[in-house]
């Protein structure tokens, strides 16, 4: 498709679990961000990418978090040791444009529910 | 600390009046400021963007306002139709950061 694409779209885990989320951004897309979105909430800045260039990881909220993008286009966010507090809805979005220019194309997200 | 406010949870309007947004921002940073319209169960959508070199930009019924002394922007609406209901976010980036960053959503009621 020519959207972004996440997937899963939804995720259910067990406290204490590892869980890798996926981002396949809009083809050619320079940037590809990470938000994570709470109910009710705008979307929470975690990590962003240019190229594959991890450029900013301060969002992220511990070392439980990380995230790749290993060539430039598919990234994948992995959370180790899930906790409950860790359940939302984990966002990604690309751009054509680095350096904060440009749209972000967002995904339809994956829900992670962490029991 | 938040860097990019939406004071106004929500707002309602009366179909075929302006719908005014605000959004208030911290950062003096900032440069590059956008705004997203965001329906149930989607993800953002891209609504429309200014750079702080300019203080007006339009597209259509959407315009957005810039007002770099008071750190506001607004996006206005007009008219409003039922199709606007939506949560609409704020953003911005700029400076030596060029991650985006949103704020917490004001939630758009057409009414009829």
């Known amino acids: 498709g020519a959207g972004v694409s996440q997937s899963p779209r939804y995720k259910v885990t067990k406290r204490g679990q590892d869980v890798a989320l996926r981002c396949d951004p809009i083809?050619?897309?320079?940037?590809l961000y990470w938000y994570r979105q709470a109910l009710g909430q705008g979307p929470e800045f975690l990590t962003y990418?240019?190229?594959?260039?991890?450029?900013?990881k301060s969002g992220l909220p511990n070392d439980r978090f990380s995230a790749e993008r290993p060539e430039g286009s598919i990234s994948t966010l992995t959370i180790q040791r899930t906790e409950q507090r860790d359940s939302a809805m984990y966002r990604c979005?690309?751009?054509?444009?680095?350096?904060?220019?440009?749209?972000?194309?967002f995904g339809n997200g994956t829900r992670l529910t962490v029991t | 600390d938040q860097q990019v406010k939406q004071n106004s949870p929500s707002l309602s309007v009366q179909e075929g009046r302006i719908s005014i947004l605000n959004c208030d921002y911290t950062?003096?940073?900032?440069?590059?400021f956008l705004w997203y319209k965001k329906y149930p169960a989607e993800g953002p959508t891209f609504l429309i963007s200014?750079?702080?070199?300019?203080d007006k930009n339009e597209d259509g019924r959407f315009t957005v306002f810039l007002n770099k002394s008071a750190k506001h922007l607004s996006l206005h609406i007009v008219p409003s139709q039922p199709g606007d209901s939506a949560v609409y976010f704020c953003?911005?980036?700029?400076?030596?950061?060029?991650?985006?960053?949103f704020g917490k959503g004001t939630r758009l009621h057409i009414l009829p």
């Open positions: 953003a911005a980036s700029g400076g030596r950061d060029d991650k985006i960053i």
């Open positions: 950062n003096s940073m900032f440069d590059y």
């Open positions: 083809s050619g897309h320079v940037s």
């Open positions: 200014i750079s702080s070199i300019k």
């Open positions: 990418f240019n190229y594959e260039a991890q450029q900013d």
């Open positions: 979005a690309s751009s054509l444009e680095g350096q904060g220019r440009g749209p972000l194309h």
